[in-house]
């Protein structure tokens, strides 16, 4: 389909250097980096954010900011990309390079049906009666495989799921047969078994349409799954640039190695559980700190709408000293156990006791004593900390809030403790919350957590808004303090790996319902329920040789339901 | 091996120097080009106007309501001269002393006006967003209710109510000032409870919330300061609406009476009928004076407002010629990062 033939070059980079005018002086991103794809190939660029990757591939669609001078050649066909003009640079956009964002729902405009979007870009490039631009709308959208193709073309976004709308923006990215697709993150926003859908449609693109693909992500199994290079790109240098078999059996550069060794892998936590569950079954007896009974939590609906379930008659229980992981997709209602069991969410039905009080119809006068109990980590570090107070008032507030301290200065000497006990310098206490990267943020999260010494630890999806090498070092450091201070922990993600490493026991949530819960070992070495297999089979390994072998069963897993 | 990195890296980064961090002295040193034009524009004619109301004592040559000087009458509607440089009103009047006095009577409005209306429009604010509820909704209901009442008239009501026809200089001033009150409480009502709704779903302030933190300390420590960003911006551009609202009221005959006050609205109002038998000076000199201020009161605001969204600042571009000292990661600046860090402490060992 593309004019391309196979193996002909349909970028070619040659010494890319990005500069941003900010606020802080001039910001060099991308650093001469010189790169090329081939018709028909896949080259992953993969970097930790802020590596520069993103700003590369933006070039490449000639997307930069005002702010943003770029200098060196970014060849497409015959236009250096960086030097023509406007005119000749919105011709080529859609018909020789196509981007796919990383955000579906905010990718689509809410107010136009996907017919017509797909159809803007036909307008744009050529004329095309109504109904031969539908027709050819509904040619693409059959392609990359939405159902009753002829009858969604007039669906509008919000009637699609996340996937579907992934596959109408890739779809907008086919429809005029582009020789290069640029995908930023194109599966970070989806759950992992639509991750896997995603990919073997961008496979696909691949495959039958002889596109080649620019997949920029920081999943090192989704590059495992689809990339046929890889690039790595550290502080805005192309580090390392091989093969994909190579580049995972071998990595030359000493930031690939480490990029490697952070990657969660299934497994790798069966070990340790074991040995913390024979040092806990000595003190075994002690009542379980949270208890919930076919638990039932409801949102109201708008306006005769009736109200939506998140949580279906979900029972568990956390003991003293245990890791309990949290897993599911979204809207599985895993955030919303969490937030009830912390008190920020209400429960309509069935009964949750945390450390022995009923919430049901609890007043907040009763419950703010035992919030000293109970710490609390958010998804997000960057919004977590009150941007107006140093990283020393914010850990100092639980102490102040609960009168162990008059105020953040009497309390800093046990601040500082708390800032070591996470490995941080003292000296972080006098910083901004801005002022610290995302890693340092969260372990300064862990700290205010601890402050109080708490019995119950609520960990919302800690560490998916870090990059993986950072990942990694954070829950090192959560599995150590809990080694120390024994707190009783939820753990929730959506990352079966991440969840595998801590956990005692896995329980996944399935639409609001309890599906399965056992050990690690259980859970992932013999899941019962077919959504938990699916799910297992769904998570891209970081190793080519056998995601190949892990799509071929999921594949057979799939004709199987 | 992670402990001591950021020490290793930590150059002891100055804070920035105090004065810089005053809130238009920064935006005035991070403007280039236009903004910056404007931005001085407006803060020279507003430097200009709160020196004259201040020293208006030292640079009028007569009183506001002198009409005489060595037992010599001024005479009325006088074209300027040497005596008089920009001439005399009908009623007898300097109008250069006038317009300088007049600078005074429309600051001691701004201020009182801004002080009244902004406390109690942002407590109001932080409380009703960050509480809802019953108060939310009955607060809101009143509020929409003053803004759909013409600014001018309710002005009229209420310093009719206030004073009662007495207008002495402190009684016209407050009557003036609280009217304008009236209808400033409820933009800074909306914006600050805008903000706190925005800010109530942080995940800072559910992070206080799960710590127990009582509500009067979320709103006042967590949520206060973070919702206040916005309020220079409206506070110049209310205070050049004072001065408009004070200049509408005494143009209609509410203002203050001329024995208590120069006020440049009523300096206007007398002088409608001049302006027909070609005495041109005194209506033009009051009526500069009320469009220069409001302008530079605007022009400043209009300028923090585009500087403080930084898809509206223009900033230098980047020197493409001259490299910058090597790639920096997309963090705030002097942001650290965990992996440069470990990178270059193995490199060093």
Redesign the interface.
């Known amino acids: 389909m593309s004019t391309l033939a196979r193996g002909q070059q349909a970028v070619g980079i040659t010494d890319l250097?990005v500069?941003?005018?900010?606020?802080?002086?001039?910001?060099?991103?991308?650093?001469g980096v010189s790169l090329s794809v081939n018709a028909g190939e896949v080259l992953a660029i993969v970097g930790?954010?802020?590596?520069?990757k993103t700003v590369t591939a933006k070039t490449i669609l000639g997307l930069l900011p005002e702010?943003?001078?770029a200098?060196g050649a970014v060849l497409l066909g015959n236009d250096n990309v960086v030097s023509i003009s406007h005119a000749r640079l919105r011709e080529i956009r859609g018909t020789s390079v196509a981007m796919v964002f990383q955000e579906p729902s905010t990718a689509l405009n809410p107010v136009y049906t996907v017919g017509w979007q797909i159809a803007e870009g036909l307008r744009a490039h050529g004329d095309y009666t109504r109904a031969q631009a539908k027709a050819k709308a509904i040619e693409i959208l059959d392609k990359v495989g939405i159902p009753d193709a002829a009858e969604r073309v007039n669906y509008y976004p919000h009637q699609f799921s996340g996937g579907q709308k992934q596959r109408v923006v890739i779809a907008m990215a086919l429809v005029l047969d582009p020789e290069l697709i640029v995908a930023d993150e194109p599966t970070t926003a989806l759950d992992v078994t639509v991750q896997a859908e995603i990919l073997d449609l961008l496979r696909r693109c691949r495959d039958e349409f002889d596109t080649a693909i620019v997949l920029i992500t920081h999943n090192m199994g989704v590059v495992a799954d689809l990339a046929d290079r890889v690039a790595v790109m550290?502080?805005?240098?192309v580090v390392e640039e091989a093969d994909v078999t190579s580049l995972f059996g071998n990595p030359q550069h000493?930031?690939t190695k480490?990029l490697l060794a952070a990657v969660p892998c299934l497994g790798s936590g069966t070990v340790k559980t074991q040995e913390r569950a024979a040092k806990r079954a000595l003190t075994v007896g002690k009542a379980p700190l949270v208890v919930a009974t076919g638990l039932e939590i409801e949102y109201p609906g708008r306006f005769g709408r009736p109200s939506f379930r998140a949580v279906n008659g979900v029972s568990f229980e956390i003991g003293a000293n245990e890791v309990l992981g949290l897993v599911g997709e979204s809207g599985s209602g895993k955030t919303t156990i969490g937030r009830a069991i912390?008190?920020?969410t209400r429960i309509t039905g069935g009964s949750l006791s945390v450390l022995g009080q009923e919430m049901r119809g609890v007043k907040e006068r009763q419950f703010?004593?035992l919030?000293?109990d109970?710490g609390?980590v958010?998804?997000?570090p960057a919004?977590?900390?009150?941007?107006?107070l140093t990283i020393a008032e914010c850990v100092a507030?639980?102490l102040v809030?609960?009168g162990r301290a008059r105020d953040a200065r009497a309390a800093r000497a046990r601040v500082d403790e708390l800032l070591e006990a996470v490995?941080?310098?003292r000296?972080?206490g006098d910083r901004y919350p801005?002022?610290?990267?995302?890693?340092?943020r969260q372990r300064a999260?862990l700290a205010?957590a601890l402050a109080l010494q708490p019995k119950l630890l609520i960990a919302d999806e800690p560490t998916s808004a870090l990059?993986v090498?950072?990942q990694a070092?954070v829950l090192e450091l959560f599995a150590e303090l809990q080694r120390e201070f024994g707190f009783a922990a939820l753990f929730i993600s959506h990352d079966l790996a991440v969840v595998d490493i801590l956990a005692d026991r896995i329980a996944v949530l399935y639409h609001g319902e309890l599906v399965e819960e056992g050990t690690g070992a259980d859970v992932l070495g013999a899941p019962r329920h077919p959504y938990t297999r699916r799910l297992l089979a769904s998570l891209p390994v970081p190793n080519p040789a056998e995601q190949a072998l892990r799509r071929e069963e999921l594949r057979l897993l799939r004709l199987a339901d | 091996m992670?402990?001591?990195t950021?020490?290793h890296r930590?150059v002891a980064r100055a804070k920035r120097p105090l004065w810089t961090r005053i809130p238009v002295v920064h935006q005035l040193r991070?403007s280039v080009g236009l903004q910056r034009g404007m931005l001085v524009a407006g803060l020279v004619l507003t430097a200009i106007f709160v020196l004259t109301a201040i020293f208006a004592p030292l640079l009028a040559p007569f009183g506001f309501s002198q009409l005489e000087s060595g037992n010599k009458n001024f005479g009325a509607q006088q074209a300027p001269s040497s005596a008089h440089l920009l001439g005399t009103t009908v009623g007898g009047y300097d109008v250069l002393s006038r317009v300088i006095w007049g600078a005074q009577t429309a600051l001691f409005v701004i201020v009182v006006a801004i002080v009244l209306s902004i406390f109690l429009g942002v407590v109001l604010g932080v409380v009703s967003g960050y509480l809802g509820g019953w108060l939310d909704r009955v607060l809101v209901v009143v509020c929409d209710a003053v803004y759909a009442f013409p600014t001018l008239l309710l002005a009229i009501v209420m310093s009719i109510v206030i004073s009662g026809g007495k207008s002495n200089l402190v009684g016209g001033v407050l009557a003036a000032a609280i009217s304008i009150t009236v209808v400033f409480i409820p933009q800074y009502f909306r914006v600050i409870r805008a903000e706190t709704v925005r800010i109530k779903a942080?995940?800072?302030v559910?992070?206080?919330?799960?710590?127990?933190?009582?509500s009067g300390?979320i709103m006042f420590?967590?949520i206060l300061?973070?919702a206040t960003r916005t309020l220079p911006l409206i506070f110049t551009l209310n205070a050049s609406e004072a001065i408009l609202t004070l200049a509408g009221l005494g143009f209609l005959g509410f203002g203050i009476e001329p024995t208590s006050a120069a006020e440049w609205g009523y300096d206007l109002n007398k002088s409608i009928s001049d302006v027909t038998s070609g005495i041109w000076w005194t209506s033009v000199f009051p009526g500069l004076a009320i469009v220069l201020v409001v302008l530079g009161m605007t022009l400043v605001g209009e300028s923090l407002n585009d500087l403080a969204d930084p898809r509206l600042r223009t900033?230098?571009?980047?020197?493409?010629a001259v490299?910058?000292p090597?790639?920096?990661?997309?963090?705030?600046?002097?942001?650290?990062?965990?992996?440069?860090g470990?990178?270059e402490l193995?490199r060093q060992s």
């Open positions: 250097t500069t941003f005018a900010t606020d802080g002086g001039d910001v060099r991103a991308v650093d930790e954010s802020g590596s520069g702010t943003a001078t200098s550290y502080q805005g240098e000493e930031y480490r912390g008190g920020l703010r004593p919030r000293s109970i609390f958010f998804q997000d919004t977590s900390f009150n941007p107006l507030e639980p809030v609960h490995q941080l310098p000296a972080f801005h002022e610290l990267s995302g890693g340092q999260s205010r990059d090498s950072v070092r | 992670s402990i001591n950021a020490e930590s991070q942080e995940a800072f559910e992070s206080a919330k799960v710590l127990g933190a009582s300390r420590r967590h300061r973070n900033r230098r571009r980047a020197a493409a490299p910058p090597g790639p920096t990661l997309d963090l705030a600046p002097g942001a650290s990062s965990d992996i440069v470990d990178l193995e």
